[in-house]
């Protein structure tokens, strides 16, 4: 061997770069092979990078939550472009009548353009604040959002045990 091929550059990663790396290395593989992953072979992956069983569940169970929290998330996106599709509505059919009237009353519009405008305005502004998903109005508007919706859901299971209990 001569002196250059001892002394080839040695490659350092940081624990991020490796993730990056093995994770778009996953990616290509699936993409390769079109096929999920088991459990199991979950477990042998982590294995063979000595990575310890109880790490790798504290880690599913993060991933979990983080899925749950995502599809929270998603629904709430829905929820507020569903909200703002019916006010969407009832402006355009509120202001349509306003302008029908006015084009019966002298066969011109004039004074319903007043109205359309501002109305124009707050649905500019609501599509601003709903379709501009980041920052801590968003954050405040989810909590909010998912405190209600998980009381909902206590309530509708606390009703449905009460009825399960009352006819059974």
């Known amino acids: 061997m001569t002196n250059s091929e001892n002394n080839k550059p040695i490659r350092l990663y940081s624990?991020?770069?490796?993730?990056q790396i093995l994770h778009l290395?996953?990616?290509?593989q699936v993409d390769n092979d079109d096929r999920?992953?088991?459990?199991?072979?979950?477990?042998?992956?982590?294995?063979?990078?000595?990575?310890?069983p109880e790490s790798l569940k504290i880690a599913e169970t993060d991933w979990l939550s983080k899925q749950s929290e995502t599809q929270q998330r998603l629904a709430f996106d829905e929820f507020r472009q569903k909200r703002f599709q019916k006010r969407l509505g009832n402006y355009a059919?509120?202001?349509g009548f306003l302008i029908f009237v006015d084009f019966i009353g002298g066969f011109t519009i004039s004074w319903s353009l007043y109205p359309l405008s501002f109305f124009i305005l707050i649905i500019g502004l609501e599509a601003w604040n709903i379709f501009n998903a980041k920052g801590e109005d968003y954050e405040i508007a989810f909590q909010k959002w998912n405190r209600r919706h998980m009381m909902k859901k206590s309530l509708?299971?606390?009703?449905?045990?009460f009825l399960k209990a009352a006819i059974g």
């Open 15 to 19: 624990q991020e770069d490796i993730q």
């Open 93 to 95: 059919i509120f202001n």
């Open 25 to 28: 290395a996953i990616a290509r």
């Open 156 to 161: 509708n299971n606390l009703v449905n045990k």
């Open 36 to 52: 999920e992953f088991s459990y199991e072979q979950l477990l042998e992956i982590a294995n063979e990078l000595e990575i310890a």
